[in-house]
């Protein structure tokens, strides 16, 4: 599914939110100029999921099926964890599958609302999040729709 939705870039690019982007997806340290293979873009695609498998697997603590985990891992690749503005010194936060970037009106962390859902064996709502999850630098990407929809489908296939 993300190799579907992330097509093969050899030179880098700017994407959406203005972030330097090669291979399939691949933002790690990727600098202006920067070309890569279709055989090193695989290799960075094999990194970027399995770190997108480790978020998942500590997080969601709850049963979930095959097709569960993979709708989760693509929408972890593409979104990421997220980042808790000062956290861990950090001043910009960025919202993700497991943290928002603004604290709760406690002062604390906060999850997202579909890992929330989740965690509260709540598969139906957890499901109804993908859709949230649209825009890029402020606006709604047509391919972030259908990725969503495709991820949601995904997640609630049963078998």
């Known amino acids: 599914m993300v190799k579907r939705f992330e097509s093969f870039q050899p030179t880098a690019y700017r ?7 090669v291979g399939y997806g691949h933002t790690d340290q990727v600098q202006q100029g920067q070309r890569v293979d279709e ?8 990194w970027d999921l399995e770190d997108a498998e480790r978020v998942v697997a500590q997080w969601v603590t709850v049963p979930i099926s095959q097709s569960q985990f993979d709708a989760l891992v693509s929408f972890v690749f593409n979104v990421g964890p997220g980042q808790v503005e000062g956290l861990k010194g950090i001043p910009e936060g960025k919202d993700g599958f497991v943290w928002l970037k603004h604290r709760g009106s406690d002062g604390q962390p906060r999850h997202s609302t579909m890992l929330t859902k989740l965690l509260a064996n709540d598969y139906e709502g957890a499901a109804d999040e993908f859709p949230a999850w649209i825009k890029a630098g402020g606006r709604v990407l047509n391919g972030l729709v259908r990725r969503r929809l495709a991820e949601k489908e995904l997640f609630e296939e049963i078998g």
Do not use: N, V, Y
Request: hydrophobic share 60%; charged share 25%.
């Open 15 to 21: 994407d959406a939110i203005g972030k330097w982007t």
């Open 39 to 46: 055989a090193e873009a695989l290799k960075m695609l094999a």
